[in-house]
């Protein structure tokens, strides 16, 4: 079965400093989709970023950017320049190709500090 | 357009009551999805609904739980004889189905907390 492990219950980052949280995943798949999701006191999921596990490059938003190594089975998220509204729960997340199910990290609860 | 709405936001019963929970994705999204968020944990996948299709349930804990999609676009999840383990988080997502970027991205609800007394 396909697991999502975050390691980092809690982080903490300076405001306008870089921080990257950690994500693992463990699947036997080859074509599977990779998702670092931000949920916000609002409780209300946002997505933040997608990696097609086929594409070598790391997808970048703005900010947000993600270091994929699939030999390693790892996903973690760089957040640069941190922003108060940055504070939240973020969720790393797994999702084979072909299955509608999305598998989820317990989450790592990030503090931006001024 | 509105995004995905639930209700109610909160909901507080006591131990052995039905509740219902309800949940309005965005007009248009054929895939529906309901996940658990107990404390401390991540999303708890437990239903999905997809167009007409039959729903996957595999994620239900227990046949106390049940949910359904009228006229493909409303939804309400069921719990009976609520238990206090049922305590968590639902949230609701909705997605236009299909396996792009644009087609498959989850938008969820703010969810309802479920207080079980």
């Known amino acids: 079965a396909q697991t999502v492990t975050q390691s980092q219950p809690e982080m903490s980052v300076q405001e306008a400093e870089t921080v990257t949280l950690s994500c693992t995943y463990d699947t036997s798949e080859s074509d599977y989709y990779l998702f670092w999701y931000k949920q916000p006191p609002s409780r209300q999921m946002i997505l933040v970023i997608r990696?097609?596990?086929?594409?070598?490059q790391n997808a970048t938003e703005n900010r947000f950017s993600v270091n994929f190594q699939k030999a390693a089975k790892s996903f973690s998220l760089k957040i640069s320049d941190s922003q108060l509204g940055d504070a939240a729960m973020y969720f790393c997340?797994?999702?084979?190709?072909?299955?509608?199910?999305?598998?989820f990290g317990k989450g790592t609860r990030l503090h931006i500090l001024p | 357009g509105a995004g995905v709405s639930q209700s109610p936001s909160n909901k507080v019963t006591e131990k052995g009551k039905d509740v219902e929970l309800r949940c309005d994705p965005i007009?248009?999204?054929?895939?529906l999805y309901w996940y658990r968020q107990s404390l401390g944990q991540g999303l708890e996948f437990l239903i999905y609904f997809q167009g007409n299709s039959a729903p996957d349930k595999s994620g239900l804990p227990s046949d106390r739980f049940s949910a359904e999609r009228t006229g493909g676009s409303v939804s309400t999840l069921t719990i009976q004889r609520t238990q206090q383990e049922d305590s968590a988080v639902y949230l609701c997502a909705s997605s236009l189905g299909g396996w792009t970027p644009e087609s498959d991205t989850q938008y969820f609800g703010p969810g309802t907390r479920l207080t079980v007394l």
């Open positions: 007009s248009g999204h054929t895939a």
């Open positions: 990696q097609e596990a086929y594409k070598q």
């Open positions: 997340a797994y999702r084979r190709y072909g299955d509608d199910k999305i598998i």
